[in-house]
């Protein structure tokens, strides 16, 4: 082969590489740089043949064919850049990368817990009457949760069958427990703290129950507290009136049953109209013979238990009960969203079901 002859073949092949490139698919185009640039490469061969011709002719020619094959590299590498998988998706029929016209993946948001969402709004109508939140441990002692709210020691929510006691080797802590409700939390704020006092206390609390519909071994209250000079029944009542009213409606009445808890005298269980059949007992007023599900027929619902607080806690937490005065309600949380969310099984609320918790 003589250098024009060389030089000719050179300019060939580079014409036919353009004219491959120009129109190449995405799945050709390793094939393309193979037939052209690989080591049995048509341009390979070619510059290898360059040994054959005398120094000053394989300088120049060298020269060319190096200018040649840096520029079909380029152009190479460039249409490898367009052509990737992501672009090209569509026309290989769907087989290899991403298909960008597919949505994205959803971010997995978190929700709010339908007890969360329960606890803030309780919290958010006393926190508009002027109350504030107070918190105390789920690990008390026997003093906090028994003892000072006036609970004799035979009385039987003492029982180890209802309650938890932390069994410890140190024969000290041994009156430890988990706490059965939140009333602990009156003791600790009023030890602390002075008169007027406007509390509540969400949170959770702990007893030896199974697990079943309307049971749980874990739940959760609200205490709520309001301790000044001549604070009594009539402020409970209207305590609750407005708290009940806000949450199910200005329609919802409230009734008052005598009822005793050791550490409030006197006591009451607070019940409402049932928020399914408004207070009438039965399904729909269609259906007259059929009773409320919720309510079992009787109109109404049992919300809380409330009363005025024991002298003999304020002075557990050395406060004289001439001069001072409160009421105090607790009230179960679950009770309050099972209605909010018309649910029937409070275990629902423990389960952590997705399709539960995304709802809200
Ligand atoms: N602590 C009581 C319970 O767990 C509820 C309650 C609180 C009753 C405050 C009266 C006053 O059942």
Redesign the pocket.
């Known amino acids: 082969m003589t250098p024009s002859e060389w030089r000719d073949k050179l300019f060939q092949i580079k014409d036919a590489f353009l004219k491959d490139i120009g129109g190449v698919s995405p799945e050709n185009l390793d094939a393309l740089e193979i037939r052209y640039l690989g080591r049995k490469g048509e341009l390979s061969i070619l510059l290898r043949e360059l040994k054959d011709f005398p120094i000053e002719e394989r300088k120049s020619l060298g020269q060319d064919g190096n200018s040649i094959k840096t520029e079909m590299e380029s152009l190479l590498a460039g249409k490898k850049s367009s052509l990737s998988p992501i672009k090209t998706q569509a026309a290989s029929g769907g087989k290899t990368g991403i298909d960008v016209t597919l949505p994205g993946y959803p971010f997995l948001k978190g929700s709010i817990h339908p007890i969360s969402f329960t606890v803030n709004k309780l919290a958010e109508v006393f926190m508009r009457l002027g109350f504030t939140i107070a918190d105390g441990p789920h690990i008390e002692d026997d003093y906090h949760n028994f003892e000072a709210l006036n609970i004799p020691q035979c009385h039987p929510s003492r029982d180890a069958q209802d309650t938890f006691y932390l069994a410890m080797k140190d024969s000290q802590a041994n009156n430890l427990l988990l706490r059965t409700?939140?009333?602990p939390v009156q003791i600790r704020t009023m030890m602390k703290h002075k008169p007027p006092l406007r509390i509540i206390s969400p949170g959770r609390v702990f007893r030896r129950d199974a697990l079943d519909a309307s049971h749980s071994f874990v739940f959760h209250?609200i205490?709520g507290f309001y301790v000044d000079r001549n604070v009594g029944m009539a402020d409970l009542k209207w305590t609750m009136e407005a708290f009940i009213k806000e949450l199910f409606g200005s329609d919802t009445r409230l009734r008052f049953r005598p009822s005793y808890?050791p550490?409030?005298e006197p006591?009451a269980e607070v019940d409402m109209t049932c928020v399914f059949c408004r207070g009438r007992g039965n399904r729909s007023a269609a259906v007259p013979n059929e009773k409320c599900p919720v309510c079992k027929g009787s109109g109404w619902l049992e919300m809380l238990?409330?009363?005025v607080i024991h002298p003999n806690v304020l002075k557990a937490c050395s406060m004289d009960p001439v001069q001072w005065s409160g009421f105090?309600?607790?009230a179960g949380i679950e009770r309050f969203a099972m209605l909010l969310f018309e649910i029937r099984d409070m275990r629902i609320f423990y389960e952590n079901d997705l399709r539960i918790l995304k709802q809200l």
């Open positions: 409700h939140t009333s209250q205490e808890f550490f409030v006591g238990g409330a009363g105090a309600f607790g």
